[in-house]
């Protein structure tokens, strides 16, 4: 056993070791604490990289030129993985602070998970940010929109509804749009939801989401062909602010080269 560490090196023992903490995390996160399977992803990725620096040294002396050409073409595109997920990083935490102090006639309060017992952090950190907006701006009309999952007693909009109306908003304000699935049918039923109790299609939307969304949902919002206003909610949780904001950029790529109506 000594022999074997010995051959290989304090540097990759090392290695072996952050491996090792880095797949416990990834474990812990992925069974144990929901919502941040994003982050135990990361953390697995994290592993790879690592033993691909350690190990491939190994087997420079059987196919020096290979390894070479191997390890020059997975850094290049490490370094430009990385320069992408900055840039992107960049525009959404920019993105996060939103506009709020545009005057808009509606907003659109974003649903989130509901729990057996009621609003989960995310949606009580949307509620608490649809709350302080209304009673700042007491001629704005919300459309609280959100549908009903098979895991959720209510749908969201009803949630987001009642905790509103106990906080003190008058229900006459509080539109209920209990269809939408995805942020994409959020944005569509709520301005069609407008346009059947008004008559007419607002050209500008305030958009409540939890900040890190708020760049995502605004690429949702030119697409159905209005002005954006967004409305930050402050994510409460740290840890789940930093696996958000680290999920984000998988969202946004995967809507700006895929498309697709998902939230």
């Known amino acids: 056993m000594k022999t074997f560490f010995s051959h290989l090196g304090p540097g990759r023992i090392g290695a072996l070791i952050g491996c090792?903490?880095?797949?416990?995390?990834?474990?812990?996160?992925?069974?144990?604490?929901?919502?941040?399977?994003?982050?135990?992803?990361?953390c697995l990725f994290l592993i790879a990289v690592i033993l691909f620096y350690a190990l491939?040294?190994?087997?420079?002396?059987?196919?020096?030129?290979?390894?070479?050409?191997?390890?020059?073409?997975?850094?290049?595109f490490l370094i430009l993985g990385g320069l992408v997920v900055g840039?992107?990083?960049?525009?959404?935490?920019?993105?996060?602070?939103g506009n709020p102090e545009e005057p808009v006639d509606y907003l659109v309060v974003l649903g989130a998970?509901?729990?057996?017992?009621g609003p989960s952090v995310?949606?009580?950190?949307?509620?608490?940010a649809a709350y302080t907006y209304l009673e700042e701006h007491p001629g704005v009309t919300a459309v609280l929109s959100g549908g009903q999952g098979t895991d959720?007693?209510?749908?969201?909009?009803?949630?987001?509804?009642?905790?509103?109306?106990?906080?003190?908003?008058?229900?006459?304000?509080?539109?209920?749009?209990e269809e939408a699935t995805?942020?994409?049918?959020?944005?569509?039923?709520?301005?069609?939801?407008?346009?059947?109790k008004t008559g007419q299609r607002p050209q500008k939307l305030g958009v409540l989401s939890s900040e890190y969304h708020l760049f995502r949902a605004s690429l949702f919002a030119k697409a159905?062909?209005?002005?954006?206003?967004?409305?930050?909610?402050?994510?409460?949780?740290?840890?789940?602010k930093v696996n958000h904001f680290l999920r984000e950029v998988a969202g946004v790529w995967h809507y700006i080269l895929l498309g697709g109506r998902y939230d």
């Not at 491939?56 to 290049?76: E, S, Y």
């Open 122 to 128: 995310s949606l009580w950190d949307r509620i608490c």
């Open 56 to 76: 491939m040294p190994l087997a420079a002396p059987r196919f020096p030129g290979l390894t070479k050409v191997v390890t020059i073409a997975v850094t290049v």
């Open 87 to 97: 840039v992107t990083e960049a525009v959404i935490i920019h993105a996060s602070f």
């Open 224 to 240: 159905c062909g209005v002005e954006f206003v967004g409305v930050p909610a402050r994510t409460s949780r740290f840890p789940q």
């Open 20 to 42: 090792l903490v880095l797949a416990a995390a990834a474990f812990f996160l992925k069974f144990c604490v929901p919502g941040y399977s994003f982050s135990a992803l990361v």
């Open 113 to 117: 998970k509901v729990n057996r017992d």
């Open 152 to 177: 959720e007693p209510i749908t969201e909009a009803e949630c987001i509804y009642r905790e509103l109306v106990n906080l003190g908003i008058d229900p006459k304000r509080l539109w209920l749009e």
């Open 182 to 196: 995805s942020t994409w049918e959020n944005l569509h039923f709520s301005l069609d939801l407008i346009q059947e």
